[in-house]
Structures are given as structure tokens and as C-alpha cells.
């Protein structure tokens, strides 16, 4: 039996979902992908898309969607809160797509999500079907939905994020909150006239907080993120509405650019920031997990999406060719080439929480002076550079 007919179930049609069905599509091999939700809509806010994923983006069949709709930003720059002095500035736009082969993009999510969705082949998608249960068997995997109804696989995937059903087969643990929440808002550019001079990345980084801000939809908004410390907030929601007198009064005393940046939208959204220790091991012989349900991260190095869409790509380069007595030899595979790396990823975003947010003194300037001098592209070599498919050839090798 070859890998065409191996019966895949996909749980959950977030990013990491969605990519899964697409990579896996372009080695002819079909899954049936079950989403919870009974309307499908991607969160109002946007996201960084880095080379090491965009490379694969375009593989999969969104060059033209992102080329159209999203912003490729000229840099990223690393400003001081109170003076709006550069700490560090990596050039992207066109030096980065040469560099790495792929651009950097700033993207609306829902544009990103539109595009996936409309590559997925049709009957793929499932709507309304929440995963309650999964029971193994040396013959495949039953999968239990909310309404009763099941299906059975020879592999599921959990794509199913932070509060992955799927990964309770793995492991027992529970989200763990960062201490800091994050305020959300997409901004007509033209109220922030100072940022439509040059497209770019900008972080302010301050004493318990920082603020991001990029364009999106064209150029047309701009995409706020901003943290606050914050011992007590626990709403975990995209959709908690948070107050902008108060996003306002968190950075009143910050450089004047950031002023009026966070004194500009007219709604905000506040979440809670979590993630989850790195798993020990992603699978059993027949179930994994990929993209937030595997390695949740906290989204200080702007890498969860990014990773999820590697992930993708590796655990269908695993399953490429193998029959149903192959499955648990490939996910062995993704795994041995998955964990380390998003191990490493997970590190950086949880240390970041420190270092982006130092108060002004001895550790902040040390922090101050390795930025300046890791400004270059090449510094991030091991990150943008990373060939998904490269990754896998080398592990088979050294098999
Ligand atoms: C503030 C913020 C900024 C970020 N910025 C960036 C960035 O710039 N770049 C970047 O790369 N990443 C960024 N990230 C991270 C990124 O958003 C996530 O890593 C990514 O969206 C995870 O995608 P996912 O598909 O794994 O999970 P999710 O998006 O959580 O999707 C999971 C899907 O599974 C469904 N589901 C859940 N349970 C079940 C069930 N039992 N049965 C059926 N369906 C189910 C859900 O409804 C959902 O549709 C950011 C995150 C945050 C919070």
C-alpha cells in the first residue's frame, strides 16, 4: 500500500492546519481536516512572516496573494522608549529576498488565512466539529467529535493550538501565563503619518513593556502590538475588548512617536500571554501534533506561525512514500527534525520576555550593545536561512 492511500485527519484549520492539508496535497496524499468552529474567520491583527516560512508559503501556492497584499517591510528597527533612538536597525526588502531566496512579509492574518483556505481542495474541510476523544489502536485511530459522530484514521495531527485536545494524549500539562498581556489594534495609516515614510518593523523596547508596530493590508493600517505588565489578567481571548484610555496611560511617559501610536485606535483587543513547556516527545505510533499544539510560544521572536508552517512542510516530507507501516517511522522523523529546532525558538521567545523588557541601567546597555553589533542579516542565518525540506534530507541521510 503506498502513502496515497494512508487516511489522514487533520484536527483543527488554523495556520498550522490549513498548511498541513496544502503540503501534504502536494505529494498527492488527501486528509480530512475537522474544525471546531462552525464560521471561519482569522483574528482581526496582523503577522511577520520570515524567509525561513515564506519560501514555503510560495511553494505551496500563495506568491501571488502575498506579492498583492502584503507589505514587504524595508527593516526591522529596535528603538529606545524615551528618546526614539535607533538600538538596531537589519535591512529586509530587497536585501533580504536576495539573501535568503524569500521575502519578508507583514500581512493582514486574514489575508494570509483567505489564501491557504482557497488552495485547500475541496471536501477537505470539515465545520462545526469539535474533538473530544482519540482511541488508538494497533489498526488506526478513532476520533471522537462533540455531536457525538466519529471517523477513523491512520494518522491524526493535531493542529488544534495552545489548547490542544490532541496533545492531552502526550503529555498532562496546562498553559502557562507569561505574567504580561498584550494590547491589539489595526490603525488607519494615515493617523500615524511618521510611520507611512518608510515601510518597516518597529519595536520601542522600555523598561516591563515594548511596543511593536508594522503595515499591513497594502499599507493601508498599522499593526499595534503592545505589552504590559500584568500580574492578574487571565483572559486568554482574542476577542476580550480591552479599554484604550488604558493602553494610552501605559506608555504616557514614552517617546512621543509611541504617544501617539497608542493613543491612536479606536478599539483594542487585550490577551493574555501564555505558552506551555517544550514536549518531550510529539507522537505516539499514530497521532502528532504540529504548530501551537506542539511548541505554544510566547510571541516575543514573531516565530509561532513561521514554525508552524515549517513544521508543515517537514512532517509531509516525512510521510512522502511511506504506506500505513510506515507512519510511525515517519513521525519519528518530523520529530527528531522538529524538536530541537522549535525547541530553540521557544527558548529565545521565552528569554525575550526579559530581555525586551530591561529597565535602563548595566544589563540594559550590555543588552543594547550585542543588538548593535548582530544588525546584519547574516546574523540570522540559522533562522531565515533554514531549508524545511534540506532539514529532512539530512536527517534521512543520517539515519
Ligand atoms: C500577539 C501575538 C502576535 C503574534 N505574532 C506572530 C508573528 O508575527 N509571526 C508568527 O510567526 N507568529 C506570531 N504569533 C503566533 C501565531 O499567531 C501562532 O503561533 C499561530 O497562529 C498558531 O497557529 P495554529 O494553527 O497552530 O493554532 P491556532 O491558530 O490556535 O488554530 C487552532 C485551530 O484549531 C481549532 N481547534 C481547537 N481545538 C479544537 C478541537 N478540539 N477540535 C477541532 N478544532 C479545534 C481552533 O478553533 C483553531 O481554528 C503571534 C501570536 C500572538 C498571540
Not at 489564501?115 to 481542495?121: Q, T
Amino acid at each position: 500500500m503506498n502513502s496515497e492511500r494512508i487516511r489522514i485527519v487533520i484536527v483543527g484549520a488554523g495556520i498550522a492546519g490549513l498548511a498541513t492539508a496544502l503540503a501534504l496535497a502536494r505529494h498527492g496524499l488527501r486528509c480530512h481536516v475537522f474544525e471546531q468552529a462552525r464560521l471561519l474567520s482569522e483574528v482581526g491583527a496582523g503577522v511577520q512572516l520570515s524567509p525561513n516560512s515564506t519560501r514555503l508559503l510560495h511553494q505551496l501556492g500563495l506568491e501571488n496573494r502575498l506579492r498583492r497584499v502584503a507589505v514587504q517591510p524595508q527593516a526591522i528597527e529596535m528603538r529606545r522608549w524615551d528618546d526614539n533612538s535607533v538600538l538596531r536597525r537589519t535591512p529586509l526588502g530587497a536585501a533580504c529576498e536576495q539573501h535568503f531566496g524569500a521575502p519578508y512579509y507583514t500581512v493582514h492574518r486574514a489575508d494570509l488565512y483567505q489564501g491557504l483556505l482557497e488552495r485547500l481542495a475541496a471536501g477537505t474541510l470539515h465545520l462545526g466539529l469539535r474533538c473530544t476523544e482519540l482511541r488508538e489502536s494497533r489498526r488506526g485511530v478513532q476520533v471522537q467529535f462533540a455531536d457525538g459522530s466519529l471517523t477513523t484514521a491512520d494518522l491524526v495531527v493535531g493542529a488544534d493550538g495552545i489548547h490542544s485536545r490532541v496533545r492531552d494524549v502526550l503529555v498532562r500539562d496546562q498553559p502557562r501565563y507569561s505574567g504580561h498581556s498584550i494590547y491589539r489594534a489595526l490603525i488607519p495609516a494615515e493617523r500615524v503619518p511618521f510611520l507611512r515614510e518608510e515601510p518597516k518593523v518597529v519595536l520601542w523596547l522600555g523598561p516591563g513593556r515594548h511596543c511593536v508596530s508594522y503595515p499591513v493590508s497594502g499599507g493601508n493600517q498599522i499593526n499595534l502590538a503592545a505589552t504590559v505588565p500584568d500580574p492578574c489578567w487571565r483572559a486568554e481571548s482574542w476577542s476580550a475588548q480591552g479599554k484604550t484610555e488604558d493602553l494610552a496611560r501605559a506608555y504616557a511617559d514614552w517617546t512621543p512617536e509611541v504617544r501617539a501610536l497608542t493613543s491612536a485606535p479606536d478599539v483594542v483587543s487585550r490577551w493574555a500571554l501564555h505558552d506551555r513547556d517544550c514536549l518531550h516527545r510529539w507522537s505516539t505510533n499514530r497521532i502528532t501534533v504540529i504548530g501551537d499544539a506542539a511548541h505554544p510560544m510566547l510571541p516575543f521572536f514573531a516565530q509561532g506561525a513561521n514554525q508552524a508552517v515549517e513544521d508543515a512542510i517537514v512532517l509531509a516530507e516525512c510521510l512522502r512514500n511511506v504506506g500505513p507501516e510506515g507512519i510511525t517511522a515517519g513521525l519519528v522523523r518530523y520529530e527528531n527534525v522538529r524538536r530541537p529546532r522549535t525547541c530553540e525558538v521557544h527558548r529565545r521567545s521565552r528569554a525575550n520576555t526579559t530581555a525586551l523588557h530591561l529597565r535602563d541601567g548595566a544589563a540594559q546597555r550590555d543588552r543594547d550593545t550585542a543588538l548593535a553589533t548582530h544588525a546584519a542579516l547574516g546574523d540570522q542565518e540559522w533562522l531565515y536561512g533554514y531549508d524545511a525540506e534540506a532539514a529532512v534530507t539530512a536527517a534521512t541521510a543520517g539515519r
